[in-house]
């Protein structure tokens, strides 16, 4: 997705919906990886510890048929919680890094999902 004419890497845990995100300083294969594994972790250290545990992973690429929409729905929360934090910190005069209004607007939308998940 995109903030600001910026691209930002989102991903999200199917799980769980916890959600992380980061701008991403080029478009390169090497600085996406290096971003995947900065705010998540290790993808085969992953694998390998969740099948030595008996929990089979399945991959699910965004545009999957039965995953279209729910990456859209994720990013549009981001978007929102992003703009609304901004907005704010605008008004306040208080002037915050793109990245760490990011980083709020995830936190926000995490403990949103949280709160959710607790009354289901």
């Known amino acids: 997705m995109y903030i600001h004419q910026r691209p930002v890497l989102h991903a999200v845990d199917e799980a769980t919906a916890f959600q992380a995100a980061r701008f991403l300083p080029t478009m390169t294969a090497e600085m996406t990886w290096n971003t995947l594994r900065a705010m998540w972790i290790d993808i085969k250290e992953f694998v390998g510890n969740a099948n030595s545990m008996a929990i089979e ?29 901004s907005e704010h910190l605008r008004r306040s005069n ?27």
């Open 94 to 120: 208080v002037n915050n890094s793109l990245s760490e209004v990011l980083q709020m607007a995830v936190k926000a939308v995490n403990n949103t999902v949280d709160t959710v998940q607790d009354t289901v």
């Open 57 to 85: 992973v399945e991959e699910v690429p965004a545009e999957a048929h039965q995953s279209i929409g729910k990456v859209e729905r994720y990013h549009a929360m981001i978007r929102r919680g992003y703009e609304v934090i």
